[in-house]
């Protein structure tokens, strides 16, 4: 006879603690093989996000021949502001007389008159033989279409010309400079490769959403699927009775009517109502929210039961 004869039987209480504890552990660990990617996925993307805003915020690309003139006068664009809706880029112009333009001072040593393609503010600068020459800040026409954001492109031409003398017979040489682009926009500046004895100098700046926002905008509108989808799938559900209607699914489907216009409006220089987004998915996801939550109400009503009288 063996002494475990005399050991007391586990009780069912033991039994149930054994299995629900063996049954957790792995549990546990199917839950952390989940969390841990996800988690070091978010970080990496987190971190990557934050170094492509920080190369991509106001930084610009310059090709042509972006050569200064030595002897005249050089133009330096900074970039302001843009209006997509309007189609405007403001443009800081800063007038620096060097060579035999320029007196010991460097204020301008003769009287030049500046000509400039501004779509709104001054077309025609004086500079004053004598004076500081001060900055003026213009508006270009800039063609883009804010519809087709975060995709959307703006391309502006900035022309300067400039003379001097009698009757402004004299022309002087000009060159065109960038010192800054615009922040929360990528920037490409094309000036022509060379200039023939007639041509005006220009540059040509071509501005386009950077990379973060473009992705940041694709994943809002992901997640506005997502959501659109969470909504019908459980309309389905409750209508099918399925699942029980909790009160808290009537307050969750009216917030997701505020909550979602609210998000929409939070993306990185959201466009008004009407861009191709809205036309995609935006709008689509307001609908199909909307039905689910008519239908979540209608299964409460319908199931609800008679008041006690």
């Given amino acids: 006879m063996t002494s475990n004869q005399g050991a007391p039987a586990p009780t069912a209480e033991a039994k149930d603690d054994q299995t629900s504890t063996g049954d957790a552990s792995p549990n546990r660990r199917g839950v952390w093989k989940f969390v841990i990617p996800v988690a070091i996925i978010l970080v990496i993307a987190y971190v990557a996000g934050i170094f492509a805003f920080k190369s991509s915020d106001g930084s610009f690309t310059i090709s042509g021949d972006d050569t200064q003139v030595q002897s005249g006068i050089q133009v330096t664009a900074s970039m302001v502001a843009i ?38 503010g001054k077309t025609s600068i004086d500079l004053t033989k004598g004076k ?29 010309d400039a003379t001097t003398g009698a009757d402004n017979a004299e022309s002087v040489p000009v060159s065109i400079d960038t010192a800054s682009g615009l922040a929360g ?35 809002v509108l992901f997640l506005f699927i997502l959501i659109a989808l969470v909504a019908i799938f459980v309309a389905i559900a409750v209508g099918g009775m399925r699942r029980r209607i909790e ?20 993306m990185p220089g959201a466009p008004p ?14 609908v199909l929210i909307i039905i689910a939550y008519l239908v ?14």
């Fill in 185 to 219: 926009w990528s920037m490409k500046v094309t000036k022509p490769d060379t200039l023939g004895p007639n041509d005006v100098p220009s540059a040509t700046y071509t501005l386009s959403r950077p990379f973060v926002t473009k992705a940041y905008a694709g994943i």
């Fill in 273 to 286: 109502i009407g861009a191709w987004i809205d036309v995609l998915v935006f709008l689509w996801v307001i």
């Fill in 132 to 160: 500081p020459a001060a900055p003026e800040q213009i508006k270009l026409y800039s063609a883009g279409n804010w519809s087709q954001y975060p995709l959307d492109t703006y391309k502006g031409t900035l022309y300067v």
């Fill in 296 to 309: 979540v109400v209608a299964t409460w009503i319908r199931k609800s039961p008679p008041p006690q009288k």
């Fill in 247 to 266: 009160p808290a699914l009537l307050g969750w489907g009216a917030a997701l009517l505020f909550a979602v216009p609210a998000l929409r409006n939070a």
């Fill in 83 to 120: 209006e997509p809706a309007s189609e405007q880029l403001s443009v800081r112009l800063q007038f620096t007389p060097v060579g035999d333009f320029a007196d010991q001072n460097g204020d301008p040593a003769k009287n030049v008159t500046i000509f400039v393609n501004a779509y709104s």
